[in-house]
C-alpha cells in the first residue's frame, strides 16, 4: 500500500529565503505527483504536477523536482514572502484512470515579515 | 476552480443523528471523491464515485454512505454509527484525461457534534 510522508511537519523561516520541502513514498510505480497549497479551513489548491516521465515542473517561485527511483519530490520555494504561509501537501496516484490519489500529512509554513 | 461547491461551510450534529454534506460541480466532470481531514493529519478518503449510479468505498467508509444519482451531486451521509465525526470534510473532482488529471477541490464542510 502507497504511504506518503513528509518532512518536516512545520517550518518558519524569515521573508525572503529560499526553502525545501520533502515528499517520499514507499511504491515508486507512481503514475503522477501533485503538490498542493491548503489555507486554514479552506479547500486545497493545485500547485505542480509532475507526471511520472517527468523530472521537473516550474511555475513562478516554485519548482517541483520528481526521482521515481527513490521515491522523492521535493518543492522548492525561491524569495519566500509572507503570503506563502500555509500547509503544503503532496499527494501521489499510482495508477491511471480516476483512482484516488494518497496524501501525505502536509508540511506547515510560516513566513515571517 | 473545478467548479465545485460544498455546504454547508458549518455543520452540527447531536448524538444519533445522520446528516448529510452536499457536493455539486457544474463542469460535466466523471469523477467525484470525498475526503476527510483531521487536525495536523493529511487527507484520508471516504468514497468515490467514477460515473453515475456507481461508487466504491475508501480507506474509511465505515459509518459514511453515499450516492450518485446525478453527475454533478454527490452527496455524503455521516450515519450515527459514525462515532467519531466531528473533522473537516473536503469534496473533489477530476477533470481526468490521460495524462495531467489534476484534481480541484471545494471550499469545505466543518462538522463538529453537540
Known amino acids: 500500500k502507497q504511504e506518503v510522508t513528509q518532512i518536516p511537519a512545520a517550518l518558519s523561516v524569515p521573508e525572503g529565503e529560499n526553502l525545501v520541502l520533502n515528499c517520499s513514498f514507499t511504491?515508486?510505480?507512481?503514475?503522477?505527483l501533485q503538490w498542493f497549497r491548503q489555507d486554514p479551513r479552506k479547500g486545497l489548491t493545485s500547485l505542480l504536477l509532475?507526471?511520472?516521465?517527468?523530472r521537473e515542473q516550474t511555475s513562478g517561485r516554485l519548482n517541483a523536482s520528481l526521482d521515481k527511483s527513490s521515491g522523492r519530490s521535493t518543492l522548492y520555494i525561491a524569495a519566500s514572502q509572507p503570503g506563502d504561509s500555509a500547509t503544503y501537501l503532496c499527494?501521489?496516484?499510482?495508477?491511471?484512470?480516476?483512482?484516488?490519489?494518497?496524501f501525505g500529512k502536509g508540511t506547515r509554513l510560516s513566513v515571517i515579515a | 476552480d473545478g467548479g465545485i461547491t460544498q455546504s454547508p461551510k458549518y455543520l452540527f450534529r447531536k448524538e444519533g443523528q445522520n446528516v448529510t454534506l452536499s457536493c455539486e460541480q457544474n463542469?460535466?466532470?466523471?469523477?467525484m471523491y470525498w475526503y476527510r481531514q483531521d487536525p495536523g493529519q493529511g487527507l484520508r478518503l471516504i468514497y468515490y464515485?467514477?460515473?453515475?449510479?456507481?461508487?466504491q468505498k475508501g480507506d474509511i467508509a465505515e459509518g459514511y454512505s453515499v450516492s450518485r444519482e446525478k453527475k454533478e451531486s454527490f452527496p455524503l451521509t455521516v450515519t450515527s454509527a459514525q462515532k467519531n465525526p466531528t473533522a473537516f470534510y473536503l469534496c473533489?473532482?477530476?477533470?481526468?484525461?490521460?495524462?495531467?488529471?489534476?484534481?480541484?477541490f471545494g471550499s469545505g464542510t466543518q462538522l463538529s457534534v453537540l
Open positions: 509532475i507526471q511520472s516521465s517527468q
Open positions: 463542469l460535466n466532470h466523471d469523477a
Open positions: 511504491d515508486s510505480a507512481i503514475y503522477n
Open positions: 473533489a473532482n477530476s477533470i481526468g484525461g490521460k495524462g495531467a488529471e489534476k484534481l480541484f
Open positions: 499527494a501521489v496516484k499510482t495508477y491511471s484512470g480516476n483512482t484516488p490519489l494518497v
Open positions: 464515485s467514477q460515473i453515475v449510479n456507481d461508487f
